[in-house]
């Protein structure tokens, strides 16, 4: 049984990508469908502009899984954008 105060614990991690307008929606568009679907523990959020995307995760919990949780997302979000990457310099 988990205790009150372990169910306190937060971990936020944020990640804010910037270039070209091209670029930025391009890492939306690939990244977005992705975000649809989070479960009740974890919160998504995105904000974008023409030269800035930003994506923070927040996830709430005991402190060894919130932090897994958020590690793993953002670890997901960066193996997109090395997959979206390797695409752009394969074309360039």
């Known amino acids: 049984m988990r205790s009150k105060v372990e169910?306190?614990?937060?971990?936020?991690?944020?990640?804010?990508?910037?270039g070209p307008r091209e670029f930025v929606e391009a890492v939306y568009s690939s990244l977005h469908p992705d975000n649809l679907?989070?479960?009740?523990?974890?919160?998504?959020?995105?904000?974008?502009?023409?030269?800035?995307?930003?994506?923070?995760?927040?996830?709430?919990?005991?402190l060894s899984s919130a932090f897994k949780t958020a590690?793993?997302?953002?670890?997901?979000?960066?193996n997109l954008?090395?997959?979206?990457e390797s695409v752009i310099e394969g074309t360039a």
């Not at 679907?37 to 005991?62: D, P």
């Open 81 to 84: 954008l090395a997959m979206l």
């Open 7 to 18: 169910d306190r614990h937060s971990c936020i991690a944020c990640l804010t990508i910037s």
């Open 71 to 78: 590690r793993s997302t953002i670890s997901e979000i960066l």
């Open 37 to 62: 679907e989070a479960g009740e523990e974890i919160r998504i959020s995105e904000t974008i502009s023409s030269n800035l995307y930003k994506v923070e995760v927040s996830v709430k919990g005991g």
